[in-house]
């Protein structure tokens, strides 16, 4: 099992940046994918980016492609997401997420634990 706490989180103008972190308890981080969800208000969670165990694989979603970058670093137990160039639609609350099959790492429904998420607001 794992535990998930988001941090990062903040408000910012369009064209800025943050970095979102993840810290997870348990000695079986490195066994999990990782991948961020964000929610904004009214709409469904979407994915936004996922890494792999080793962190040599990372995937995202079109509308983040080239402005954030997932990295993970497995001895301190941590998942990061950069984010540039930020747009008012990246406004949302941001989860990151753990998925121990490896499977349908799009999927929501295929991550067992979850983060409170932490919330990103863009202005113009």
């Known amino acids: 099992q794992v535990q998930l706490v988001e941090s990062g989180g903040g408000l910012v103008q369009t064209g800025g940046s943050l970095r979102l972190s993840c810290a997870a308890s348990g000695r079986t981080f490195s066994s999990y994918i990782m991948a961020w969800f964000r929610q904004a208000p009214g709409k469904e969670r979407e994915f936004v980016a996922a890494?792999?165990?080793?962190?040599?694989?990372?995937v995202y979603a079109d509308s983040v492609k080239g402005r954030f970058t997932v990295s993970r670093d497995n001895y301190k137990n941590m998942l990061y997401l950069q984010m540039n160039s930020l747009k008012l639609e990246d406004a949302a609350v941001y989860y990151c997420?753990?998925?121990?099959?490896?499977?349908?790492?799009?999927?929501?429904?295929?991550?067992?634990?979850w983060g409170q998420g932490t919330q990103v607001t863009v202005s113009s």
């Open positions: 997420a753990a998925n121990p099959r490896g499977l349908g790492i799009r999927d929501s429904n295929r991550y067992d634990y």
């Open positions: 890494i792999s165990w080793s962190a040599g694989t990372t």
